[in-house]
């Protein structure tokens, strides 16, 4: 029997701790989910943004869970949760200014790249090599390669008119050895 590894990752920005309960290499893989755990700081959240390849379905745990979906505000107590499919907009955030929360999310169908995007983020965090609060790479290949890995799209004019400059600065980012790099440092 294989030994159980919880991987645990930490954003100081914004006071995130993820630990990947089930990862998408795990031996014995019969739901095809990823399994994450965040503990999120007050005011802590990420930016509106989609998905095309899975699904995330939400389940709060400890104190209330704010959603942003489809243009809608959500709070979700402990033990509600809610899925969100791919191509709609959404954002997951702590409304509390005090308190700590704890939630779960089941990724549907696993995907590995997904995992490699959170912890090339959190170690581009933890390394210092981010825009401040915002957490955009100072390198622009590393951001190239994190929303290929993450899969992570926005609505944005700006977006949908770069977006075959970020296809080709992906493919130049693969090419240089960027990709290669960023996967031997944090994944």
């Not at 390849?53 to 949760?81: C, W, Y």
């Not at 390198?139 to 994190?146: D, E, T």
């Not at 977006?163 to 944090?186: D, N, Q, T």
Request: glycine share 6%; charged share 20%.
């Amino acid at each position: 029997m294989a030994a159980f590894f919880m991987e645990k990752l930490y954003n100081p920005i914004n006071k995130e701790s993820i630990s990947i309960l089930k990862s998408a290499t795990d031996v014995n893989q019969s739901t095809n989910t990823i399994e994450l755990e965040v503990t999120l700081g007050p005011n802590g959240g990420n930016p509106i943004h989609f998905h095309t390849k899975f699904t995330e379905h939400f389940f709060a745990v400890k104190g209330i869970l704010g959603l942003h979906f489809d243009g809608n505000e959500m709070r979700l107590n402990p033990s509600q949760d809610f899925a969100v499919k791919p191509y709609i907009n959404h954002r997951f955030y702590n409304p509390s200014t005090t308190n700590f929360i704890t939630f779960k999310v089941i990724i549907t169908p696993a995907v590995e790249s997904f995992e490699w995007f959170l912890k090339a983020q959190f170690g581009l965090v933890n390394d210092k090599k981010v825009f401040s609060k915002l957490q955009l790479p100072k390198n622009i290949f590393h951001l190239l390669v994190l929303l290929k890995w993450g899969d992570t799209q926005v609505e944005t004019i700006f977006y949908k008119l770069g977006k075959p400059f970020l296809k080709l600065g992906y493919f130049l980012a693969k090419k240089l050895g960027v990709e290669s790099r960023l996967k031997e440092r944090y994944c």
